[in-house]
């Protein structure tokens, strides 16, 4: 329930008149996804990884390191039979994409920093302190806390933008590679709580004011995937199977979605065999 579907399209990504690496600006273009609407709390940390809630358990988890989000997306999967794993970090491209909601000013709501009070917990009005997620006004994709609070960690590597348009760009990081992490937390300046701001640190390093957010593999519309029959189609199980080991090996893109509307369609109680065949 506190996943928000995105349709996913083309956006450009960076900006031309903050930081050097924000530029260039490049046309990105995403397929739909899912993004968390809050950052992961205090409280979805504790159940995931186990221990004591303690105080304030919706106050945004941070201090964690970007291996430490890795350890509880793997568990989050794992308690939810996610195989392939369904959740993980954004990439830097999807997180902007979020967090803009379809605009290219420097804040979803302008360019103004004055009305970032509204939206964000950030130096001027935290007080130093962590604040529930939540609180402040959300953006037009009905995302809250992007800009401040904690900052939030990405999937992909730090590394220099290109000019060139991208689909779906990002890649799992090697290790050593620098990670980065965007939005800005409540110990920052308006001019680091922005939709294009990008801050880096190594794997390892855990920060005051660093946290994250999750994104999902996109729900396939499976309505037309579905008839009145109750037996799963011959041949869906071993479909299943090659796909999952096509993931395996290749780490295709195009397997993996397959792959994934297959999982669903399997879990479907009405299933018709032209439908399996469309969807593989």
Not at 125 to 145: E, I, M, R, T, W
Not at 265 to 270: E, K, T, V, Y
Request: charged fraction near 25%; hydrophobic fraction near 35%.
């Amino acid at each position: 329930s506190d996943m928000v579907a995105l349709e996913g399209g083309t956006f450009p990504m960076g900006a031309d008149w903050y930081e050097d690496d924000e530029r260039p600006v490049h046309q990105v273009t995403l397929s739909p996804f899912r993004i968390k609407a809050h950052e992961v709390t205090v409280r979805e940390w504790a159940l995931v990884m186990g221990g004591e809630v303690g105080e304030g358990p919706n106050l945004p988890k941070d201090w964690v390191s970007w291996e430490d989000c890795q350890q509880f997306v793997a568990a989050l999967n794992a308690r939810n039979g996610a195989d392939p794993p369904v959740f993980r970090l954004p990439t830097e491209a999807e997180w902007e994409f979020a967090a803009r909601a379809k605009t290219d000013t420097a804040h979803y709501f302008g360019d103004d920093p004055k009305d970032l009070p509204a939206h964000a917990w950030f130096a001027e009005n935290s007080d130093g302190q962590l604040h529930p997620v939540g609180q402040k006004k959300p953006n037009a994709f009905g995302l809250y806390d992007t800009y401040g609070n904690v900052a939030e960690w990405c999937l992909d590597p730090y590394e220099d933008y290109s000019s060139e348009p991208a689909t779906n760009p990002g890649r799992e990081p090697q290790p050593g590679e620098l990670r980065t992490f965007r939005g800005g937390s409540r110990l920052n300046s308006a001019r680091l709580c922005r939709s294009t701001a990008r801050g880096l640190a190594p794997q390892k390093q855990r920060r005051r004011g660093v946290g994250f957010r999750l994104v999902a593999e996109a729900v396939p519309n499976l309505a037309k995937l579905t008839g009145p029959q109750t037996v799963p189609p011959r041949g869906l199980d071993q479909a299943i199977a090659e796909l999952t080991e096509q993931v395996t090996v290749e780490n295709s893109p195009s397997a993996r979605k397959s792959l994934i509307e297959l999982l669903y369609l399997r879990g479907q109680s009405n299933c018709r065999q032209r439908d399996y065949k469309a969807a593989i």
